[in-house]
């Protein structure tokens, strides 16, 4: 069963720090994944979607990779800012029987402090 | 260009009634899911549709919840009776993807349900 971990689960910074992200999944057998944020209350915006041809995306400070062979993740925040304050999610398609599905991390909550 | 849009943003109910969530998704795109989301969990889906037909209800508890999508545009989510336990968020999102395929995915702000 194909399983998704997000490390770390909560990350504390200050204000101008690089930061990593990481999701793995256990089966890489993925073709796709896409990093998404959520501020509290609301509701998940995407961030960016690396393809199945494609090894990495970047927009703005963000930069995201894929490793298909090992079947991880990351998400690299650049300059860090209060506004980055948010839960990070990533999430990747499977087939489940005769279904394509979505499975989900549980999330990393990033607090970036002033 | 108008996002997911989701109504209403909060709902508070008595368990056993009844309520529904709305959802209209972006122009154009064809497929749109259902999700619900309880605090601090990744969301969990409940029913994908690819125009009007649904693809994958397998994860739908359909003794008390039921969706529709009958011009392949709009969508409606009902829970009745509603529970204690279906107090979470209700997502909605939506894509625009080949049959069978899953791409990038938009999400509207979310119904937040009560149930008392």
């Known amino acids: 069963k194909q399983e998704v971990t997000q490390i770390p689960a909560a990350l504390s910074v200050p204000e101008g720090e690089n930061l990593v992200l990481n999701c793995s999944f256990t089966?890489?057998?993925?073709?796709?994944l896409q990093w998404f944020r959520q501020d509290p209350g609301k509701g998940l915006t995407s961030l960016l979607l690396i393809q199945s041809s494609q090894r990495e995306q970047t927009s703005g400070r963000l930069n995201a990779s894929l490793d298909k062979s090992s079947g991880r993740s990351t998400l690299y925040i650049a300059a860090s800012q209060p506004g980055d304050s948010a839960t990070y999610l990533c999430a990747g398609p499977y087939n489940a029987g005769n279904n394509r599905k979505l499975i989900w991390g549980l999330g990393t909550s990033l607090a970036v402090n002033p | 260009e108008a996002g997911v849009v989701q109504s209403p943003r909060y709902k508070i109910i008595e368990k056993k009634q009844p309520v529904a969530f709305w959802c209209n998704p972006i122009?154009?795109?064809?497929?749109l899911y259902w999700y619900l989301q309880n605090l601090g969990q990744g969301p969990e889906l409940l029913i994908r549709y690819e125009n009007e037909e649904a693809v994958d209800d397998s994860q739908l508890p359909k003794d008390r919840f039921s969706a529709e999508r009958l011009k392949g545009v709009d969508s409606t989510l009902k829970i009745q009776p509603a529970e204690l336990g279906d107090s979470a968020v209700y997502l909605c999102a939506s894509s625009l993807v080949a049959s069978g395929s899953i791409g990038e995915l938009f999400f509207g702000e979310g119904s937040r349900l009560t149930v008392l």
């Open positions: 122009s154009g795109h064809n497929t």
């Open positions: 089966d890489s057998a993925i073709y796709n």
